[in-house]
Every structure is written in C-alpha cells, then in structure tokens.
C-alpha cells in the first residue's frame, strides 16, 4: 500500500479522490441522459467534494505531481464544464427552446465549453504545484459549475425562461478567462 503515499505513483491517494471525481462526472452524465436530473446533480456534488479533497490531501502528503495536477484538470474539465453545460442542454434548452434559439443555445454551450477548456489548459501552464495563490484571476470551474447550477434551479423553479439561461451561460462563460479576482479558498 505504498503506492497511496508515493508522489510518483499514479495511484496515490489524492489521485485515487480524482478517479472518484471522474466516476460521478460520467455517472452524472449517464443520468443526464436518462433525464434524472436530480441524481446527476447528486452525483456533481459528490464530484465536487472529492475535487476538493483531492487537492488538500496532495498539498497534505507532498503527493503533487505533474500527472496528478493533469489528472486533476480533466476531472474538473467532465465534472465543472461538460456535465452542467450538457445539464442545462438538456432539461432547459431542450425541452423549452424552439429550434432557431435551440441553436443559439448550441453556439453559447460550446462557447461555454470552449472557455472552459482554454481555463484549464492555462491554469495548468502557468500553475506552480508547491503554491497556493491567495486569488484565482477569472472565475474557477468549480465556481462556474457553482454558478450554472444555480441558474438551473431558478429555472427549473420557474424563476427563469429558458432565454435568460442563455444569456446567463454567455456571462459565467465569459468570466472563467476574465480578468475578475476571486479568492482562493
């Protein structure tokens, strides 16, 4: 069982808590298509708390890695951008949109995507494994997907038409490579 408190092994402990992120991303995302959407929001949030988790228990253990902080941002990548975003398609635009704003909703999701994605990859170019900074600059992804949940519920309660969802996603998109500080927790 050495192999939990190596750095150098792929499956050390906060590695194996990223795995666990990964299963309840895709779990979440098979749920999406059986239009549970209340499980795969569970599943999300149990996403989310490993995510954080996993990043204590490296800074903890000295388990950082390059795989790891890799590992790490394709979790955040399924489970805080491809999971809400393909949520929202699903039970909001889908089902509330006629097809000219369902393409729209189509050119703001993969915008959203994109935005995601380039947030990401330019944490992880610029991201020193031994150091926390005290702000984020732009909106982290677990944030965003934070923030996409929210606007969901106010949609699914009846709060928001499907075309603020739209211009909702557009802003949380935008703010993920903004210049807006946001504080490390």
């Known amino acids: 069982m050495n192999f939990l408190w190596t750095p150098s092994s792929h499956f050390n402990l906060a590695n194996l808590f990223t795995f666990v992120n990964i299963t309840a991303g895709l779990m979440a995302t098979y749920f999406i298509t059986q239009n549970n959407f209340v499980l795969a929001i569970a599943l999300a949030w149990v996403g989310g ?7 204590k228990i490296a800074r ?7 795989f790891g902080v890799q590992l790490d941002s394709f979790a955040d990548f399924l489970s805080f951008v ?3 975003v393909f949520l929202i398609f699903q039970a909001v635009y889908a089902s509330q949109l006629d097809p000219v704003l369902l393409v729209a909703a189509s050119v703001i999701s993969i915008y959203y995507v994109i935005s995601g994605l380039r947030r990401l990859i330019h944490f992880n170019l610029n991201t020193d494994m031994e150091k926390v900074e005290k702000y984020f600059t732009g909106v982290p992804t677990p944030l965003g997907a934070i923030l996409l949940w929210l606007v969901y519920l106010t949609n699914a309660y009846a709060l928001l038409p499907a075309s603020i969802v739209m211009v909702l996603m557009l802003i949380i998109g935008w703010s993920l490579n903004s210049k807006l500080k946001v504080r490390h927790p």
Do not use: M, Q, T
């Open 49 to 55: 708390a490993f995510d954080i988790f996993d990043g």
């Open 82 to 84: 491809l999971v809400p």
């Open 60 to 66: 903890k253990y000295k388990l950082s890695n390059e």
